[in-house]
């Protein structure tokens, strides 16, 4: 049972363009959102994150919607650059206090020249 | 501030063995959590320590196990490897655990069961 899902296994935008990632979540409990980037050989590397009281948060190039009534966040990259080029997983996690995160499968973004 | 460490990165085991995989939190953590992922699963949470006790675990059968260590340094074990136990187990530190901590990955060990 997947809970959260992106559903999108890949995206192609070209330099300077928007890149929009998509991410949807079954579990109603869950109260805090994160993406998160991953290259090859490496862990995943924190991107940005948001509350389940927020619906809207920049930092940067970077900015994650949520709409908690459609169960539906997503990622918006602009201006995108080739080094954008990764893997982008989708986490959520419940208010229990404990550190358990549901990811996505994620999403692999290419950005080309 | 070093980063979090995973030992070893690579590993190749038959059917039937176990392994140990260590990691060794940032400086300061105390919260350490093991994740599995594999090509068709994603990411899935193995277990979460906190000040050397099992606060929480994920949906994977007992062979999976792990420790912690006064020093928030942590192992994971699994015995008796199947071939689907081919992944890459990653380790996530955070300072407390608690709250909205932000969890930081290690780059993983990538275990091969032949």
């Known amino acids: 049972d997947q809970q959260v899902k992106q559903n999108s296994p890949s995206l192609s935008v070209q330099e300077g363009r928007i890149s929009i990632l998509n991410c949807d979540y079954t579990n109603s409990m869950f109260d805090y959102f994160l993406w998160y980037k991953k290259y090859p050989a490496e862990g995943p590397t924190f991107l940005i994150s948001?509350?389940?009281?927020?619906d809207k948060n920049e930092d940067g190039r970077f900015t994650v919607f949520l709409n908690k009534s459609a169960k539906h966040l997503s990622l918006h990259i602009v201006p995108s650059q080739p080094g954008d080029s990764a893997v982008y997983f989708c986490a959520a996690r419940e208010d229990t206090g404990f550190q358990k995160l549901v990811f996505g499968t994620g999403t692999r973004l290419l950005v080309s020249p | 501030k070093a980063g979090v460490t995973q030992t070893p990165r690579y590993l190749i085991k038959t059917r039937g063995q176990q392994v140990t995989l260590s990691c060794s939190p940032i400086?300061?953590?105390?919260?350490v959590s093991w994740y599995q992922q594999t090509p068709g699963q994603g990411l899935q949470f193995l277990f979460e320590y906190f000040s050397e006790t099992q606060r929480n675990k994920g949906n994977f059968p007992g062979r999976f196990s792990g420790r912690q260590f006064s020093n928030s340094r942590s192992e994971m074990n699994v015995s008796t490897l199947e071939l689907g136990d081919s992944a890459l187990y990653l380790c996530a530190s955070s300072l407390t655990g608690a709250d909205y901590n932000e969890q930081f990955f290690g780059p993983g060990t990538r275990l091969t069961v032949l």
């Open positions: 948001i509350s389940s009281i927020k």
């Open positions: 400086s300061g953590h105390r919260s």
